[in-house]
């Protein structure tokens, strides 16, 4: 795995994570139990943090960024995804915020200071726009992204049965 510190910062990366040989993690990135990093993915957290929930997938080619602190801006803008959240594969996040137990679609782009709240799927191809807030418990589609329908029981369920398949493949991939 490609781990680098920036400025003499390094990123978190507890046992339990999986990083693919192939991703790469720049600077103040902290990983939570469980993490998986699957192939492919850049996580660059170099002019800004980015802190990733326990039992969280970032999939393949995905790219995780954030907005540099200056003096108009002295916070910037993080990348905070909380627990049990699937980002899917070529998803671009930027100086965002995802809630626990969310599903980002293949593809999808969130930009600054968006927020999403706590269980909501946004459909693959995506754009949430700068300063966006997706309400709890909707499916969003659409560029810009916007409200479908509220989520099904069996929507709502999947949230945690993705986080429980990525933690059994991560360790298959571990184990081989």
């Avoid at 995780?64 to 993080?78: F, I, N, Q, S, Y």
């Avoid at 990348?79 to 980002?87: F, K």
């Amino acid at each position: 795995m490609a781990l680098r510190a920036f400025k003499g910062v390094s990123p978190t990366v507890p046992a339990s994570a999986y990083v693919d040989d192939s991703a790469v993690v720049v600077g103040d990135v902290v990983l939570g139990d469980n993490v998986s990093i699957w192939p492919g993915a850049v996580i660059r957290g170099d002019v800004n943090h980015v802190r990733i929930g326990t039992d969280s997938n970032i999939q393949d080619l995905a790219c995780l960024h954030v907005t540099h602190k200056r003096p108009e801006d002295p916070e910037g803008a993080p990348l905070i995804i909380g627990e049990r959240v699937t980002i899917g594969h070529q998803v671009t996040l930027h100086g965002c915020t995802i809630g626990d137990e969310c599903l980002i679609g293949i593809g999808t782009i969130v930009l600054d200071r968006a927020v999403i709240e706590p269980r909501v799927m946004v459909g693959a191809g995506s754009l949430v726009p700068p300063g966006k807030v997706l309400k709890s418990g909707y499916l969003y589609v659409g560029r810009p992204a916007k409200e479908v329908r509220a989520l099904t029981e069996g929507e709502l369920e999947h949230f945690a049965y993705s986080a429980r398949h990525y933690i059994k493949l991560m360790r298959a991939h571990q184990e081989s």
